[in-house]
């Protein structure tokens, strides 16, 4: 009977050895190679960077309040009624709606020339630029706009009617994150005073 033993030792040595070879014989790495390799990986860094910014600065472009409102904003707009993230209009709006503050809605809402270019500065770079609010609406007024009114196509009237509501501009009224942007579904709450044949009809 033939032992393989010693074959089974041969051929590990070989392999180990040959191995042992190809490793010596491979030739050593340059520092450029190491400097191109990092620059590629920047390069690489760079491109993802690039394509992907527009998605985190388009927040504002989904309803939600940008990161960085001047506090002006809240301080003279929100004063009167919801500081209203800008991309719930198109730039062509809050252009039109910023050079008629004098005659706001039935209001005199004017500001300073600074103060205005400010708050119009930024409601610009974050205008809406979706689909949806691509088309100015009626007046420029956001509770006018298609998406808004197919998305409350079930409130009644006499909802809006509600002392605790009065007007469909009121989005504290049933959005209680409405400040910050927040118009989370899962987040609604019945305004104050619906009766339940209103809470029954409502769907959001």
């Not at 939600?64 to 719930?88: F, I, K, T």
């Amino acid at each position: 009977m033939t032992s393989t033993a010693p074959q089974s030792e041969q051929r590990s040595e070989r392999q180990l050895h040959g191995r042992g070879e190809r490793q010596r014989n491979r030739p050593a790495r340059s520092p450029r190679h190491g400097r191109l390799r990092r620059s590629a990986g920047a390069a690489l860094a760079a491109w993802v960077a690039l394509f992907t910014w527009p998605v985190a600065a388009s927040a504002s472009d989904h309803g939600r309040m940008p990161a960085n409102p001047p506090p002006a904003y809240a301080s003279e707009c929100g004063s009167c009624h919801v500081a209203y993230p800008p991309g719930l209009l198109p730039r062509s709006s809050w252009a039109r709606v910023m050079a008629g503050l004098d005659r706001h809605y039935g209001s005199d809402a004017s500001l300073e020339s600074a103060l205005r270019n400010q708050i119009e500065a930024w409601l610009l770079a974050n205008a809406g630029t979706r689909r949806k609010v691509s088309e100015p609406p009626p007046e420029d007024r956001i509770t006018r706009a298609a998406w808004f009114e197919r998305k409350h196509r079930a409130v009644e009237p006499a909802t809006w009617r509600l002392p605790s509501v009065k007007t469909a501009a009121n989005c504290a009224a049933c959005h209680p994150g409405a400040e910050q942007g927040d118009y989370d579904d899962d987040r609604l709450r019945w305004p104050e005073g619906a009766s339940r044949t209103q809470r029954r009809t409502w769907r959001d």
